[in-house]
């Protein structure tokens, strides 16, 4: 069982930077492909970046690549998505995902546990 706790978000304006943090319980935590995933008003949740455990290869959507980095302290059970020239479209709110298997999805149903979400908000 892996317990996901959220924190960083907040409210921004458009050029800036935010940096959220996923703190995971859990003593398998490391083996853990783990997502941030976002939600914004009336739209479906989507597929935003991906960390693999074992190789920290990771995956990114188009919106965001070149601008957000996601990177996991194994140290601390804790994932981290940081996001620069953040725009008002990235307004939303994020969620940190994890899943058993070791490859990296955009689909939602594949990730075993999720948070409870931290909001983003840019304003232009």
């Known amino acids: 069982q892996v317990q996901l706790i959220e924190s960083g978000g907040g409210l921004v304006q458009a050029g800036g930077s935010l940096r959220l943090s996923c703190a995971a319980s859990?003593?398998?935590?490391?083996?853990?492909?783990l997502g941030w995933f976002r939600q914004a008003p009336g739209k479906e949740r989507e597929f935003v970046a991906g960390?693999?455990?074992?190789?920290?290869?990771?995956s990114y959507a188009d919106s965001v690549r070149g601008r957000f980095t996601i990177f996991r302290d194994g140290a601390k059970n804790t994932v981290y998505l940081q996001m620069n020239s953040l725009k008002p479209e990235d307004t939303a709110l994020y969620y940190c995902a994890a899943k058993t298997a070791s490859y990296i999805t955009s689909r939602e149903g594949d990730y075993n546990y999720w948070g409870q979400g931290t909001q983003v908000t840019v304003s232009s």
């Open positions: 859990g003593r398998t935590f490391s083996t853990y492909t």
């Open positions: 960390i693999r455990a074992s190789t920290l290869f990771t």
